[in-house]
């Protein structure tokens, strides 16, 4: 069974507009830490965003956001203001269990382009 | 430079030809992973290391890879005897343990003809 969900597999946003990239995932612990990455074509992988699953606020880098549901199991990353720069592969991604067990599942992506 | 590295960062070889491939992590770095990432997917984690240590391996590492990280500084990947589906990037990772986030180097990228 997939772990962690992305449906969307290409988005389009407008310069300067907000969008949402959805992400969901299956687990059966209650401690977990979810993440976001950026790819650009030139390959290299960027953490972008982390959530714990004990953190009672959403986490918030810079225009990078995470909606938290934990009920819902998702974890959609909102970029705020989008920038041509922006145009990447997204990636959503979860390590199941406490920090000291390692193992980093990722999700299938989401292509972003932003259109000037 | 005092990110991830990986070397050679481009590789085309023959089918059943032997590969090995380089990373050297950041230096202060403790645990160090490696991943396969094939077109249009997500990252597949492969193994990880703490300092000298192989800790886990995935079912997708077969007995064909290996994987070693002597010292517990820079690791080598080894794939012996590659087919035309071991064609991928594969990336190397490290952090600290404790951290959360894992820097990633600019991959390996092999072609098998």
């Known amino acids: 069974a997939q772990k962690i969900t992305q449906t969307q597999p290409g988005m389009f946003v407008q310069e300067k507009e907000a969008v949402t990239l959805d992400c969901t995932y299956d687990?059966?612990?209650?401690?977990?830490?979810l993440f976001w990455y950026k790819q650009p074509s030139s390959g290299e992988m960027i953490f972008l965003i982390y959530?714990?699953?004990?953190?009672?606020q959403n986490a918030t880098e810079g225009r990078y956001s995470l909606n938290f549901q934990k009920a819902r199991k998702s974890a959609n990353l909102v970029i705020s203001a989008s920038q041509l720069g922006d145009s990447a592969m997204y990636f959503c991604?979860?390590?199941?269990?406490?920090?000291?067990?390692?193992?980093?599942?990722f999700g299938p992506g989401t292509s972003l382009s932003v259109i000037p | 430079d005092t990110g991830v590295s990986q070397n050679p960062r481009h590789k085309i070889t023959k089918r059943g030809q032997n590969v090995t491939f380089r990373c050297d992590p950041i230096s202060e770095h403790n645990r160090l992973y490696w991943y396969r990432q094939t077109l249009g997917q997500g990252p597949e984690f492969l193994t990880y290391?703490?300092?000298?240590?192989?800790?886990?391996k995935s079912r997708l590492l077969s007995d064909r890879f290996s994987a070693e990280r002597p010292k517990g500084s820079f690791s080598t990947l080894e794939i012996q005897r590659t087919e035309q589906g071991d064609s991928a990037m594969y990336l190397c990772?490290?952090?600290?343990?404790?951290?959360?986030?894992?820097?990633f180097g600019p991959g390996t990228r092999l072609t098998v003809l």
């Open positions: 959530q714990g699953s004990y953190d009672e």
């Open positions: 991604a979860m390590r199941e269990g406490r920090t000291s067990y390692d193992k980093v599942i």
């Open positions: 290391f703490q300092n000298e240590a192989q800790l886990e």
């Open positions: 687990t059966s612990d209650q401690s977990y830490g």
């Open positions: 990772a490290s952090k600290l343990a404790g951290n959360n986030e894992q820097f």
